[in-house]
């Protein structure tokens, strides 16, 4: 059975919850949306909370008079290219939701009212079945007058203390190029806090690292990232398919961002043409499970324990 009822969670208010017996999942109502709570049945939290909703954006400049764009944590769909203010639309407002049921799944349908000045509406479909794994739907609907060239971004902001963790190719394209890593400008590439090792890239969270934040982007050709943390195992998977068109960031499927509050595991859609009254949409499947290893920046660690998880 598949348990869905509205709980008041922290300061986030309204928030519906889905639970299988096997994955748990907060979805809020009152602000957003965003997926505020997410992990194995009977653990903990794997998604970081700004339980005092102090991390804010001043985005007045563009949306109005005190308007402030709020991170709350979790997972939330954003529009790429990045844009200053712009892209940190303050989704203040309820959120309209339908539950549908079936004998062996329930689909929540999640509308947002659509965002001034940018003229961009969004909605979300959370499929859980009776596994471990739970679909995520993002869809975005250009409803102004003029072209825009947009894509959907999913970020998952997960809690302090997480690896990272993504696959390198194993495809040997002799003597051409098989892949591509891109650095923001405030990342150091010697940052301790990553590995580019021989078959995985890592990235560890280190809440006593209050130096700058780092992020890198990547190709991913397998389309799949990995979290370890909270004894759980958490994987998201997306569609990443080079040859249906281009990436933001120089062409990248796949960014992990941290810092010494947060560590986001990040999908990007394609970007493009998104012609007036056109939607696109960008779908990801999340799966968690109970997990008794958790790796250091150590290959032959994350090896054994992406083995042994994931097979």
């Not at 519906?16 to 809020?28: F, I, P, Q, S």
């Not at 806090?193 to 982007?217: N, S």
Request: proline share 5%.
């Amino acid at each position: 059975m598949i348990i869905t009822e509205v709980v008041e969670f922290k300061k986030f208010g309204k928030c519906l919850r889905l639970d299988n017996g096997k994955a748990e999942m907060y979805v809020t109502l009152d602000v957003g949306p965003r997926i505020i709570k997410f992990n194995a049945s009977g653990c903990e939290n794997m998604l970081y909370n700004d339980d005092k909703l102090e991390k804010e954006v001043d985005v007045s400049s563009m949306f109005g008079e005190g308007k402030k764009w709020y991170t709350y944590g979790g997972h939330r769909m954003w529009i790429s290219p990045e844009e200053m203010p712009k892209t940190y639309y303050p989704d203040e407002d309820a959120v309209e939701y339908s539950v549908e049921k079936a004998d062996n799944e329930v689909k929540v349908v999640l509308t947002p009212p659509p965002q001034k000045v940018t003229d961009m509406q969004e909605k979300y479909i959370i499929t859980m079945g009776e596994g471990d794994s739970v679909r995520v739907e993002h869809y975005l609907k250009n409803v102004g007058k003029e072209t825009v060239r947009k894509g959907i971004w999913g970020i998952t902001v997960t809690d302090i203390n997480g690896i990272a963790v993504m696959k390198q190719p194993e495809s040997n394209n002799a003597l051409l190029p098989n892949r591509h890593v891109v650095f923001w400008p405030y990342t150091r590439m010697n940052d301790e806090r990553f590995l580019l090792g021989e078959k995985y890239i890592a990235v560890q969270q280190d809440p006593a690292d209050t130096q700058v934040p780092a992020k890198i982007g990547y190709t991913n050709y397998e389309g799949r990232l990995y979290c370890f943390n909270k004894g759980q195992a958490m994987s998201v998977s997306y569609d990443s398919d080079y040859s249906k068109g281009e990436y933001p960031d120089f062409n990248v499927s796949s960014e992990i961002y941290t810092n010494k509050d947060i560590l986001e595991i990040e999908s990007l859609g394609h970007i493009g043409d998104i012609l007036p009254g056109n939607t696109v949409v960008h779908t990801e499947v999340w799966s968690v499970v109970p997990c008794d290893v958790k790796p250091t920046l150590n290959e032959d660690e994350i090896d054994k324990a992406m083995k042994k998880v994931f097979g």
